[in-house]
C-alpha cells in the first residue's frame, strides 16, 4: 500500500492512423523492447486482415466489439482474513476490464504457434467479436470463479 501520493494517470498515445485511443493502447502493449515502428506495422497488418475477413463490417468496429466482448466484469482478490485465505469476488474498473481483455488478446495470440503475430491477433479478434475463442473461455472462467466465491463477497472492503 502506497503511503505517499497516488501515482498519476498518463495518457496512452493515440494512433497516428485510426486516432484512436484503444489501438493506441493496444500498440503500446504488443510493443517489446522499446520497438514501436514494429508493434504499429503488427497491429496495422491485423486491422487490415480484420477488415478483410469481416464481410462488409469495419475493422475498427470488430476489434472495439471484440474488447467489448472480453473485457470481464467480475475477478476474485484474495483477502487474508483471520489466518485464512479467501478469494473474494470484485467489480473490475473499467480502465482494468480493457487492460485484462487487451493483456488477455495479446497472450492467446502469441501462444499460438505456426503463424505470424499480426494473423493470430486477427484470428483471436474475429473470434472473440462472435463471442467465442480462448479470450472469451477466459473470461468465463474468470465469471466463474467470481460466481463460485459469490459467499465470501461480504469479505469485500
Known amino acids: ?3 505517499r501520493r497516488r501515482a498519476e494517470k498518463r495518457e496512452t498515445p493515440i494512433d497516428p492512423r ?3 485511443d484503444l489501438v493506441g493502447r493496444l500498440i503500446s502493449q ?3 523492447c522499446g520497438k514501436r515502428s514494429a508493434a504499429e506495422r503488427i ?6 486482415q480484420v ?9 475498427l468496429e470488430v476489434f472495439t466489439r471484440a474488447i467489448e466482448n472480453i473485457r470481464p466484469r ?8 483471520g489466518g485464512a ?4 469476488p470484485i467489480e473490475v474498473p473499467p480502465p482494468r476490464q ?3 481483455a487487451m493483456r488477455w488478446l495479446i497472450s492467446f495470440s502469441r501462444s499460438r504457434k505456426g503463424m505470424g503475430m499480426a494473423r493470430a491477433m486477427a484470428l483471436e479478434i474475429l473470434e472473440a467479436s462472435k463471442g467465442q475463442g480462448n479470450c472469451i473461455k477466459r473470461r468465463d472462467d474468470t465469471h466463474k470463479m467470481a460466481q463460485a466465491n459469490k459467499a465470501f463477497a461480504h469479505y469485500r472492503w
Open 1 to 3: 500500500m502506497a503511503r
Open 74 to 81: 467480475l475477478e476474485v482478490k484474495s483477502r487474508r482474513v
Open 30 to 32: 504488443v510493443m517489446r
Open 85 to 88: 485465505t479467501y478469494q473474494v
Open 18 to 20: 485510426f486516432q484512436n
Open 98 to 100: 480493457v487492460a485484462l
Open 43 to 48: 497491429v496495422y497488418q491485423m486491422l487490415d
Open 51 to 59: 477488415g478483410e475477413r469481416a464481410e462488409g463490417e469495419v475493422a
